[in-house]
Nanobody
Framework: QVQLVESGGGLVQAGGSLRLSCAASGIISSINAMGWHRQTPGKQREWVATIGFTHSTNYADSVKGRFTISRDNTKNMVYLQMNSLKPEDTAVYYC?????????WGKGTLVTVSS
């Protein structure tokens, strides 16, 4: 089992920045990809970014150039630096990890961007 706990969400004005963190614990050996999704009420969960164990990254077009994902394998952490935030980035952000073909999710952290 892998447990994921997100932190760093909050209220920020449009144009501002936030850094989300996700701590992995439990049986964390062989964790492969880690990343972030987000969800707003009434909408499906949306993929945001993924980082592989060797730090290869991919981003949704909606965040490319504004968000940066990173990970520290020694600390079992993944981060999402969010810059130039827009009101449409408002959502609950969920951390995820894949291990041995299984997916694991955190409980989410709320990001609110005011206009």
């Amino acid at each position: 089992q892998v447990q994921l706990v997100e932190s760093g969400g909050g209220l920020v004005q449009a144009g501002g920045s936030l850094r989300l963190s996700c701590a992995a614990s439990g049986i964390i050996s062989s964790i492969n990809a880690m990343g972030w999704h987000r969800q707003t009420p009434g909408k499906q969960r949306e993929w945001v970014a993924t980082i592989g164990f060797t730090h290869s990254t991919n981003y949704a077009d909606s965040v490319k150039g504004r968000f940066t994902i990173s990970r520290d394998n020694t600390k079992n952490m993944v981060y999402l630096q969010m810059n130039s935030l827009k009101p449409e980035d408002t959502a609950v952000y969920y951390c995820y990890a894949t291990k041995d073909g299984m997916g694991y999710w955190g409980k989410g952290t709320l990001v609110t961007v005011s206009s």
